[in-house]
């Protein structure tokens, strides 16, 4: 009985540790009312508790990160986008054209690409409309999609679309401009702590902010946009098919050539990582505006309670929005306090905040930006992630000043020195070689803000040498998922 009782105890003690274990790994975003993130804003002074725990969590000992719970009509409004992110990453390519032009997006990585790993969907949302919102026009519609089938259906097939995605334009800006509001005052409570007015007016003057949809691939998705590519391969050969003396010729040649799409299958965003990355779906970075606002994931998997025979891969019906199976968002950060990469957990409906470089410059390091990725959970593969995302960042012709960033030397030369501190002073502690490793690596894809940031640069030029460095010449991160 006394071996039993101390099998048990150590048993307990075993699983205790590994719930420690998970639950240090775990960082929960420091939550805020909307309300009373209105009236914080709208305050005269900065003395509330509310205020000071922003700023704890927004600076230099804290993630960089807080959820806002409880907004107007925020759910109401995600839960009519997200789940269009991953239909138009599906939709076939000439359908999927003619529905971005005329609810005015466009796209910033290369969808023609079948092994991406992430579809965007962005636009530009100006403060001077957010108080009329454009109701999105279903007019003049361009040429109807290339589906399989020359008949009637082409009109059902594209009136149904129109039906499914008639909002999205709407939806989009409505949602965009609610986060919009949410990042201004954000910066009124953190300009107060900070003193001045800079956030704020810097937001204002950029006049606009840039809206993402996102739709992050499972494997399955992968593989149906491959039978995408397939099928546009089969209709191009059977346009160029001839028939000479009943021997089968195509373009006059007895022999199939490799179509570009199979012999340039990895692009620029073609989920090509290696290594420790290879299980992200966004590469490691810091974002270079101000704030970043996003929606809570909506997370989505097949239903594998129904059967269909169907030729259409991609029948909605066959996919079901879940809970995270990994009890976190997937969006993970590096928190240099404690050395270690941190898994976000965030209030369903709820908007995540996080600093941007542009924000730690201008606040001399009072706020800090977020290092993050996106984690690709190993055991979903068939798991796609689905999220909005409104970039705030200063004007481009806002010009930063680091002559006294001597006050946060450590934050103005980047991580990286951070990390090369970290591996010297933990090198013969045991248990630490996997965050060293870890660090090393990051270093070695994430630039220091101190080679991208020289004084009296513009945003503009602030921003082209960011992207120079991550995605350029140097090849950073050229074959990233970013």
Known sequence: MHTESKEGALLLLALLCKMKESTDMMVEVYEVEY???????????????IESMIMESLGPRGPGLVAITGVPNASKLRSQLLPLA??????????????????????????????????????KLEYAKAPELNKSSLSGRADPPLLHSEDNSLDFARDSYDMEFKNLGSTFK?????????????A???????????????????????????????????????????SKETCKRRANIKRDDGCLMINGKKSLQRSESE???????????????????????????IFTVLTSPFFILPSHSETTKTEDSFSASCYDECPSPTGHTCLQIYDPNKKKVLLVKAPPDSFIIQVGESADIISR?????TLHSVLRPAKFENLSRETFVVFLQPAWTKTFSISDYHQAESMFNGFNDQCLIAAS?????????????????????????????????????????????YYGGSGLQSNSNK
């Open 425 to 469: 002073d933990d090198e013969q502690q045991l248990g630490h070689d996997d965050n060293n490793k870890l660090s090393r690596e990051i270093q070695r894809i994430v630039p220091p803000l101190s080679s991208r940031l020289k004084d009296g640069m513009t945003f503009a030029e602030f921003s082209r040498e960011t992207t120079k460095q």
């Open 174 to 186: 409505e949602l965009g401009f609610c986060m919009m509001e949410v990042g201004l005052c954000l």
């Open 263 to 289: 012999s340039n299958s990895i692009g620029h965003d073609g989920g090509d990582s290696c290594g420790i990355y290879s299980n992200l779906w966004q590469q490691w970075h810091y974002d270079y505006g």
């Open 86 to 123: 991953r239909n138009l990453a599906l939709l076939h390519p000439l359908t999927r054209k003619r529905l971005l032009k005329e609810h005015n997006l466009g796209s910033d990585v290369p969808l023609k690409n079948p092994d991406r790993s992430v579809s965007s969907f962005a636009m």
């Open 35 to 49: 309300s009373d993130l209105v009236q914080s804003s709208s305050s005269s002074s900065c003395s509330s508790t």
């Open 188 to 230: 009124r409570i953190c300009d107060k702590a900070i003193g001045g007015n800079e956030l704020e007016q810097s937001l204002l003057e950029s006049c606009a902010a840039k809206g993402r949809l996102l739709h992050y691939h499972s494997s399955l998705d992968g593989f149906l946009l491959k039978q995408v590519e397939r």
């Open 365 to 369: 390091g009072k706020l800090r930006s």
